[in-house]
């Protein structure tokens, strides 16, 4: 077939797969493997991968700006935002104008670039992101442990020898906050070295499959296994705390588990008690342990308290920051000698219903609330980047009622999707064979030290703006100044390079930013410059000089153009930690506050349905059901039962059911499965793609429905903000079949 090669880390997911594509002379990616020469991944890649050509070239994308439904040029659309976001400015306050940034901006140079510059030019409150339906209680778990939220240990799964996994299911997913290709391979090797693989999870997934050991437990009680755990651990003696590890609130947590027994916390998680124990004890016999928690621990009611206690569990058992544990990755891009404050939360609170700001951002769980309710501060507007809230936010159909009755509406996003619908302005960025890729988000999650740099496959046209171009044109106008990027850049550049000479620990302490600033490669991209400037600075980079053979942008990418292993994650807890203490903090006050609740949560009536979800293989979040290659297959929006539920309620495989919440109702095709424990059903999200005014021609064909018209933005994990998608009550109705 000829064309030419080139290779670029895939921006799907947190894997950060290397891929091989061929492009042909029209600059269209024909095919698409994995790269072996990939030290990470070496090879691996999934069908989503593997369709990176079909989505690069799907004829929905839009390719040019959109006002009120017109394409427009780039120019006039941008004198559209800047006119109309000065006037709810002018009309409102700051305030009105909020912001949503979703996912894909994680895996995007734009985003961790040009994102907070955006919120800070809009000078709002009003600032919600993804993280609020997913990570958030980790961050803030390890705020309080740790004193950075970013600072999220991530299991050594190539050297541990136990790995106790709760809520994730990396054969679907892929992996996330643990960037390791070929998940799946990794927990085979644990076996095969004589290891041993534990699954938490309501769910008989691929993963909990391939495990030596599954353990089915109720959705939204893992916080409750988990302090059984601990409580096991004190009662048999089995905590090994190095004294390497320095911690403050050791007793108060042995005070705090007193009445959390395995008998007490087994009627409510399903577990058995003496299957606890065992749990406990052989965790604690394993030379090389480590705890794992992803969304299923975060997107429930006791999400952070969960997200707390696996790292608890790494601590009591001598695992944290230790080799074949829980470690800490050492990111090329992130300087060590970076001051940081403590963390702390609510330092603001929601307007309507009092919730508290946790890094910068409110919950999204209560966004619909801040558009609905009159006053001081009502949103008037809204800014969407690279997210579809309408299918991904809790209740999400509420916000798409109320997202008509905004002033603006405006969204950078490559599809006229369920939420962009809505926008009075789209402003789409370019194909990801146009653009460049390092993973900024997810580098820093890797199972071994490693950076990337993937320059762009082919050209932007002349024109086009680039997304990073996008975001900064609109911090700009934003922020109402006669500034333009370049300005921008040359701020952040300037003021990044002042603080690293003024840094004690800093490979640049005491020189002149001036000079420094003359060596970022000139001619490159502001973007090139900056990513050069942060490997510059970073733990394996050159440093200006400081030590020469290390890693600058252009080393990385002419002469590691498949990527650079950097090792093995190393321990480097005194570089991570920073609390006020100075010490791990196991025991913060506001958590063990929090137990009462756990407490109370063991003598409360149980709903006799609760719903979960399901991720996909062949799909992400809301946005790749319109590759034909991915749908088929397991790729459908079924509802999950267990037939002893189905039976109980006579429904058979395939009938139709509505399930019915607080919040509203869905209608799904039944699929009993003993897969899923008796009392819970699963229902995938991302799905319902049937609504007007859309331009996702393959998606529309097989909609599916929006879970997310039934789960409900009252419930969240109060610490966090964090919605709670999972442990929604539920009731099924059977449906008389179609004729
Ligand atoms: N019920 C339930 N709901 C959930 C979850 C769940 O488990 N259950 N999971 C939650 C989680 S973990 C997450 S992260 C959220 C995700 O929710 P969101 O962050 O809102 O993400 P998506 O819904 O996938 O929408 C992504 C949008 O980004 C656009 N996009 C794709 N590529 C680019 C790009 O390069 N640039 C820009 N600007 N836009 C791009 C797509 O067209 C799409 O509109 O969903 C959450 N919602
Ligand atoms: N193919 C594909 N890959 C993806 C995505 C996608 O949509 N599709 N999304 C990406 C995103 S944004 C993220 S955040 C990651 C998430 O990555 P993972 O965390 O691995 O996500 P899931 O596959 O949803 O696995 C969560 C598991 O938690 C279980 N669960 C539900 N409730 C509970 C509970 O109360 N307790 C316990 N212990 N388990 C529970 C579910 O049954 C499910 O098996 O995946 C990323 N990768
Ligand atoms: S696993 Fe993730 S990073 Fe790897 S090919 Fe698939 S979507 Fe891309
Ligand atoms: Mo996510």
Redesign the pocket.
Known sequence: MGGRVAYRTCPL??ALCGLELTVDGAGAVTSVRGDRDDPLSAGFLCP?GATLGRLDSDPDRLDGPLVRGVPVGWDEAFEAVRDELAGVIARYGRDAVAIYVG?PTAHSVAGPLYGSALIKALGTRNVYTASTA??MPKHVSCGHLFGDPLAIPVPDLDRTDHLLM?????L?????LCSAPDFGGRLKAIRARGGRVVV????R?RTAALADEHLF?R????AHLLMALVHTLFAEELTAVPDRLPLNGLDELRALVVGFTPERVAPVTGVPAEVIRRTARELAAAERAAVYG????CT?EFGTLASWLVDVLNVLTGNLDSPGGAMFPRAAHMPVYRRRRPFTTGRWRSRVRGLPEAMGELPVATLADEIETPGEGQIRALVTVGGNPVLSAPDGARLDRLLPSLDLVISVDPYLNETTRHAHVVLPPPRPAQTPHYDLALLAFTVRDYARYSPPVVPLPDGRPAETEILARLATLAAGTDATPADLDELVIMSTLGKAVAALGSPVHGRNPAELRKVLADGASPTEQRLDMMLRLGPYGEGFGADPNGLTLARLRDEHPHGVDLGPLKPRLDEVLCTASGRIELCPPAFAADTDRLAAALDAPRPDLVL??????????SWLHNVPELLGGSNTCTLHLNPADAQRLGITEGARVRVTSRTGDVEAVASPTDTVMPGVV?LPH?WGHDLPGTRTRVATARPGVNVNAITDDQLIDPLSGNAAF??VPVTLTPLPSPL
């Open positions: 997911c947190e989503k996912n997913d990570q709760l809520g994730a299911n990396p679907e997913s892929n992996g996330s938490v999870d309501p769910r997934t437990v959705p939204g009680t893992d992803r969304i299923g621990t429930q979960i979800g399901r991720r996909q293989l062949r799909s992400n979040n699963s991302g999972n442990g």
